[in-house]
């Protein structure tokens, strides 16, 4: 099995929780088990035990949730693929493993489900206030928009959005063109204009961008070029 590198690597910082989280050469945003096992996972030789009992539709409980308290609540909340553990590299040696970023509200809502039932001690209740707090940033936030934003992912997310827009915009026999030139040419557009370089900016001006891109690109190509390309152009363009 092909073990996949990480493009971004960030934290989530949500209170006083620092939750290490990645995105995987391949797009998959990641949570390290080691950060759910720290915020929301109980310790403990009874719960090794646990992790490995086949009581589950799940072969091998991962250690956030093996917890008896946890048990009634498990089947009803995950699936089996919910968590299958993800090994993956930072540097090419070292493997790590972590969890689809999906599954973090589900660990929340195990918590919470165990709460309200009373099956948790008292000594697991401030793990539940923390599945609290979580799950009502992740309400406001989705946990994908937060995961490219702690690595940084969310401007290369962008760029690739706008690459769609553009496409939409310009033929595709003129877009193999217009990657020749950078996205500065685009936002140093925007800047004089005093627009915002973003998706939303983008979609409210779609046909100066693409006026713009023919006269100060294409027009400016050696005599025939231009011509030769427009040819075989959509004439809704």
């Not at 992790?51 to 609540?73: G, M, T, V, W, Y």
Request: hydrophobic share 40%; net charge positive; with cysteine.
């Amino acid at each position: 099995m092909k073990i996949l590198k990480t493009d971004y690597r960030g934290e989530l910082i949500i209170g006083d929780m620092k939750i290490s989280c990645a995105v995987l050469e391949d797009g998959t945003r990641i949570i390290s088990e080691n950060s759910i096992v720290k915020y929301l996972g109980s310790v403990g030789g009874k719960n090794y035990k646990l992790r490995a009992k086949e009581n589950h539709n799940i072969d091998f409980l991962p250690l956030f949730i093996a917890s008896k308290a946890l048990q009634p609540f498990i089947d009803g909340v995950f699936s089996k693929e919910d968590l299958l553990p993800i090994v993956y590299t930072t540097d090419g040696k070292n493997k790590h493993q972590g969890y689809d970023a999906t599954i973090l509200p589900k660990v929340c809502e195990v918590w919470l489900k165990a709460r309200e039932e009373k099956t948790l001690q008292v000594s697991q209740l401030p793990k539940a206030l923390k599945a609290e707090i979580l799950m009502r940033s992740l309400a406001k936030i989705g946990i994908t928009a937060l995961v490219d934003e702690a690595t940084g992912y969310q401007y290369d997310r962008e760029k690739y959005e706008l690459q769609k827009i553009f496409k939409a915009y310009i033929s595709e026999e003129l877009l193999p063109w217009q990657k020749m030139f950078p996205d500065i040419f685009y936002k140093e557009l925007f800047r004089l204009n005093g627009w915002d370089f973003n998706v939303n900016g983008i979609k409210k001006r779609p046909g100066v961008i693409g006026t713009w891109t023919k006269k100060l690109i294409y027009e400016e190509l050696p005599p025939g070029v231009l011509e030769e390309l427009e040819k075989n152009t959509p004439k809704s363009l």
